[in-house]
């Protein structure tokens, strides 16, 4: 019998990746790529600490994922993030032709679908997915940032 994980186990996972940026002083995005019901990459915004402003959570998993399948295409995969992806990803997992994006906060302000960017047509999103809670830990960042400045 083969135990399935639903998309709240993964975006647990998604959200442990994100205070492990919260913790570096990054903003608070994290990811994990799953296919098979195992998760083959995970990542974390790196933009401060490599000074890479394309160190996108999202950017590195897609590098780990694709290095863990041996090729370049995430069909069958699905990402899970904890913050709507920005354009630049969303272009990214778009060539990537990832199947299933699932995150759980949405960007309002420069998330892909404000910024006009667009996902693989076969792509299939979810959205919401413990959004509560990763629009938490973010507001918890930003406010703490404040606070230092």
Not at 57 to 63: G, K, L, P
Not at 130 to 141: C, I, Q, V
Request: one cysteine or more; proline letters at 3%; charged letters at 20%.
């Amino acid at each position: 019998m083969q135990l399935v994980f639903d998309d709240s186990y993964f975006m647990k996972k998604a959200l442990a990746e994100a205070e492990l940026a919260f913790e570096k002083g990054e903003i608070p995005v994290g990811v994990v790529v799953v296919a098979n019901q195992q998760i083959i990459a995970r990542g974390h915004n790196l933009t401060e600490m490599l000074n890479d402003v394309t160190a996108h959570a999202e950017m590195q998993a897609i590098t780990a994922a694709a290095n863990s399948l041996g090729g370049k295409y995430l069909i069958d995969c699905t990402m899970y993030v904890t913050l709507e992806p920005c354009q630049m990803c969303a272009g990214a997992l778009y060539w990537s032709q990832l199947s299933n994006l699932v995150f759980a906060a949405e960007d309002p302000e420069r998330g892909y679908r404000k910024m006009g960017g667009k996902l693989h047509p076969k792509t299939k999103v979810k959205m919401g997915v413990l959004g509560e809670e990763a629009g938490e830990l973010l507001k918890r960042f930003f406010i703490q940032k404040r606070n230092l400045n």
